[in-house]
């Protein structure tokens, strides 16, 4: 019998067949238990806790801002460990809530926001494309965010584009408790979901951020910020710190 012969005759026993190549009974098969939710239940609780240790996992970096003074001492950390001379801002409601332009400008940094009215010439648009490829950081709030994998959920709708969360080196977001979600399943269930496909889409586009850019395409070796930021920091803004 020749090693093909064999090898042919090995994969008809694991198979279950005759030696002849007819089919034979098969062997039973494995039962798998019914597991009904995937992944277990998170505690309304543990939301929080449960989001940061996941971020952690991915390369990202949980901070905590229960009173005005904890998120000025955040962002002047931020600001100062990491040099920056300039920020671009995403037109998310909570970043001006927060008046985070405004606490950027008193440490010395640029701020500068994405357009909120893009009708017309395309010169303040274009603008801040350039001011978001050459800043060292870009700041953004978030639609969601998912406890079980430290997911951030981000939409064109609220945040006027994705080039904040993406072009610079550095990506740091802004979050509130309600907006803390246990499972993908309750993410998709409050995203906005077109009832016409041919009126024009709230927002154009959702990105789930889940850690920092990371590539191993070339030999294996792990490679960070070659498709985005490098960096990745996700600060719990409570409502004490907003007016």
Same mark, same amino acid.
């Given at each position: 019998? &020749?090693?093909?012969?064999?090898?042919?005759?090995?994969?008809?026993?694991?198979?279950?067949?005759?030696?002849?190549?007819?089919?034979?009974?098969?062997?039973?098969?494995?039962?798998?238990?019914?597991?009904?939710?995937?992944?277990?239940?998170?505690?309304?609780?543990?939301?929080?806790?449960?989001?940061?240790?996941?971020?952690?996992?991915?390369?990202?970096?949980?901070?905590?801002?229960?009173?005005?003074?904890?998120?000025?001492?955040?962002?002047?950390?931020?600001?100062?460990?990491?040099?920056?001379? @300039?920020?671009?801002?995403?037109?998310?409601?909570?970043?001006?809530?927060?008046?985070?332009?405004?606490?950027?400008?008193?440490?010395?940094?640029?701020?500068?926001?994405?357009?909120?009215?893009?009708?017309?010439?395309?010169?303040?648009?274009?603008?801040?494309?350039?001011?978001?490829?050459?800043?060292?950081?870009?700041?953004?709030?978030?639609?969601?965010?998912?406890?079980? &994998?430290?997911?951030?959920?981000? &939409?064109?709708?609220?945040?006027?584009?994705?080039?904040?969360?993406?072009? %610079?080196?550095?990506?740091?977001?802004?979050?509130?408790?309600?907006?803390?979600?246990? @499972?993908?399943?309750?993410?998709?269930?409050?995203?906005?979901?077109?009832?016409?496909?041919?009126? %024009?889409?709230?927002?154009?586009?959702?990105?789930?951020?889940?850690?920092?850019?990371?590539?191993?395409?070339?030999?294996?070796?792990?490679?960070?910020?070659?498709?985005? %930021?490098?960096?990745?920091?996700?600060?719990?803004?409570?409502?004490?710190?907003? %007016?």
């Amino acid at each position: 019998m &020749s090693s093909r012969e064999e090898f042919l005759e090995r994969i008809r026993r694991a198979l279950g067949r005759d030696p002849g190549g007819q089919a034979g009974p098969r062997q039973p098969g494995v039962a798998f238990p019914d597991l009904g939710q995937v992944l277990p239940q998170i505690d309304p609780a543990e939301l929080i806790p449960k989001f940061e240790e996941e971020l952690r996992k991915v390369s990202g970096c949980p901070y905590r801002a229960a009173s005005s003074r904890e998120l000025d001492e955040i962002l002047d950390k931020l600001m100062k460990t990491y040099e920056v001379k @300039s920020v671009v801002l995403s037109r998310n409601p909570l970043l001006a809530q927060a008046g985070v332009i405004e606490r950027l400008r008193t440490l010395g940094v640029s701020a500068q926001v994405w357009p909120e009215n893009r009708e017309g010439a395309p010169g303040p648009e274009q603008r801040f494309r350039e001011e978001a490829f050459a800043a060292e950081v870009g700041m953004t709030g978030v639609d969601f965010v998912l406890a079980e &994998s430290g997911t951030l959920i981000l &939409s064109s709708q609220t945040e006027g584009a994705q080039l904040a969360s993406l072009a %610079p080196p550095i990506h740091v977001a802004l979050y509130r408790r309600s907006q803390v979600l246990a @499972s993908l399943e309750e993410v998709l269930e409050r995203l906005p979901v077109l009832g016409d496909a041919n009126a %024009p889409a709230p927002g154009r586009s959702v990105v789930f951020v889940t850690g920092v850019s990371r590539t191993a395409d070339i030999e294996q070796i792990l490679i960070r910020g070659v498709h985005g %930021p490098r960096e990745l920091h996700a600060i719990l803004v409570e409502d004490s710190c907003l %007016p």
